[in-house]
């Protein structure tokens, strides 16, 4: 009689030692803080990132248009709980939660220099310059010095100061052409794990709009840093006068003579 015995291992698929099973898609806590971390880079931190471009941009317009912007934000209904829940806890779970990912993760670009591999790590590298960035940048800004939401027009000469350093500017810099390169690149990936780009040729069509993109808002950024540093609002005061003060007289006084009026102007900023 014959005897039944348990089948050889292959050769080719050798037998799996006994340990954690591996991860599946949709099994463990992994999958879901994966998902997390990977819906966070683009809601809220890629909105709030845009919000924050769209803001520094009105640094072009002047110290008064800048201040202005800063506290129509720092006047926001529920402002500390909206910066605590939607910029402040997203962004360190998915700069940390990133960081695990990286220190987890291997890449070949010595063995196997393919695009894959460089863009893997130009994504884990640029969203560490992003993270220890946006950390100084927020503790000095925001926590340090001039306390901005009480202080709002004294924002522009805040940052100015910090840019007459030119390492600070190199920093900046730097910094911005990672964020950008970052969420550029990060929405691609969003859009290929989730499914919104089934297909090699969807995913290359997409991936030159996303460079489109994150060039555009790299540019805009870079646009607004030399707001700050170039000639045109060179030694700004510290506490400019509010927008209302230079608009108001033009507005309460419609008979005035243009020539009363813009002197009414001038020694309103002056006084102030």
Not at 67 to 89: D, S, T
Not at 126 to 135: P, R, S, V
Request: proline residues 9%; contains cysteine.
């Amino acid at each position: 009689m014959a005897t039944a015995h348990p089948p050889a291992a292959s050769p080719i698929r050798p037998e799996v030692s006994r340990g954690v099973p591996p991860l599946r898609a949709g099994q463990g806590y992994s999958f879901v803080l994966r998902k997390l971390h990977s819906l966070m880079g683009i809601i809220p931190i890629g909105a709030f990132l845009i919000e924050h471009l769209l803001s520094n941009f009105e640094a072009l317009k002047g110290p008064s248009a800048y201040g202005a912007q800063v506290k129509f934000l720092n006047g926001l209904p529920l402002v500390r709980v909206l910066e605590w829940v939607f910029i402040f806890l997203p962004i360190l779970y998915h700069g940390i939660y990133g960081v695990y990912i990286w220190l987890r993760g291997k890449s070949n670009v010595v063995y196997y220099p393919w695009a894959g591999n460089w863009m893997y790590v130009s994504q884990r590298w640029t969203g560490l310059i992003a993270f220890l960035y946006i950390g100084q940048h927020v503790l000095r800004q925001r926590f340090m010095g001039v306390d901005l939401p009480e202080n709002p027009y004294a924002a522009f000469h805040k940052v100015q100061v910090e840019l007459q350093n030119p390492w600070m500017v190199a920093v900046y810099v730097i910094a911005m052409i990672a964020i950008c390169w970052h969420f550029a690149y990060g929405i691609w990936l969003f859009a290929a794990k989730w499914g919104i780009t089934p297909g090699e040729t969807a995913r290359r069509r997409f991936g030159y709009v996303c460079a489109a993109f994150g060039l555009g808002i790299a540019v805009m950024g870079l646009w607004s840093i030399w707001a700050f540093i170039g000639p045109n609002y060179k030694d700004a005061p510290e506490n400019p006068p509010p927008m209302a003060a230079i608009v108001m007289p033009m507005q309460s006084e419609p008979h005035m003579p243009p020539v009363a009026r813009i002197s009414l102007t001038v020694s309103q900023m002056l006084s102030s």
